[in-house]
T-cell receptor, first 116, second 112 residues
Framework: EPEVTQTPSHQVTQMGQEVILRCVPI?????FYWYRQILGQKVEFLVS????????KSEIFDDQFSVERPDGSNFTLKIRSTKLEDSAMYFC??????????????FGDGTRLSIL | GQSLEQPSEVTAVEGAIVQINCTYQ??????LSWYQQHDGGAPTFLSY????GLEETGRFSSFLSRSDSYGYLLLQELQMKDSASYFC?????????????FGKGTHLIIQP
């Protein structure tokens, strides 16, 4: 079964540095998402992306964050000037984007980001 | 805004049936989804209800009452592998690339 893949599985970074989290969505999916989950807490929506532009973003997704689809397969989340509170698991997800709306979102295994 | 309430923890016995409830408050409603998450793992889609009633998928069923802003996930013939956290979630809108707002999750503990 096709799956969403994320790299790296764990990223350790010094506070103030920039990080790029990478995702390869399922190949025929058109809608892409980033979520984060602070340890022991709920999954929080960050941003959704379609047709090479942001569709929706949450209050969390401020100027520190950006997303990009640099080629036909990758979808990246960049976090600038990282802070301690950015430490979390970051999940990428994708959904087909064709046919009925509100389709299931398929999540990757996540990247655990640790800010020191 | 949107908010969802679900119990933080439920305990059940292997082979039994368990129901996990979810109530929601939303400015617009576009369906209720359920996801399973094992410790350290990815959320996995289980079920989606857009209309009132029961949806059945194998051992798992999900129910929705839009008039009561309420839904539940029913797990039958519980197995040890069902020990996980279960999240209800609502879509932000009825459009295309819509984000999900998740509840805080229910930790299901299965006892032998």
């Amino acid at each position: 079964e096709p799956e969403v893949t994320q790299t790296p599985s764990h990223q350790v970074t010094q506070m103030g540095q920039e990080v790029i989290l990478r995702c390869v969505p399922i190949s025929n999916h058109l809608y892409f998402y980033w979520y984060r989950q602070i340890l022991g807490q709920k999954v929080e929506f960050l941003v959704s992306f379609y047709n090479n532009e942001i569709s929706e973003k949450s209050e969390i997704f401020d100027d520190q964050f950006s997303v990009e689809r640099p080629d036909g397969s990758n979808f990246t989340l960049k976090i600038r000037s990282t802070k301690l509170e950015d430490s979390a698991m970051y999940f990428c997800a994708s959904s087909p984007g064709q046919g009925t709306r509100n389709q299931p979102q398929h999540f990757g295994d996540g990247t655990r980001l640790s800010i020191l | 805004g949107q908010s969802l309430e679900q119990p933080s923890e439920v305990t059940a016995v292997e082979g039994a049936i368990v129901q996990i409830n979810c109530t929601y408050q939303t400015s617009g409603f576009y369906g209720l989804s359920w996801y399973q998450q094992h410790d350290g793992g990815a959320p996995t889609f289980l079920s989606y209800n857009a209309l009132d009633g029961l949806e059945e998928t194998g051992r798992f069923s999900s129910f929705l009452s839009r008039s009561d802003s309420y839904g539940y996930l029913l797990l039958q013939e519980l197995q040890m592998k069902d020990s996980a956290s279960y999240f209800c979630a609502v879509f932000h809108s009825g459009g295309g690339a819509d984000g999900l707002t998740f509840g805080k999750g229910t930790h299901l503990i299965i006892q032998p």
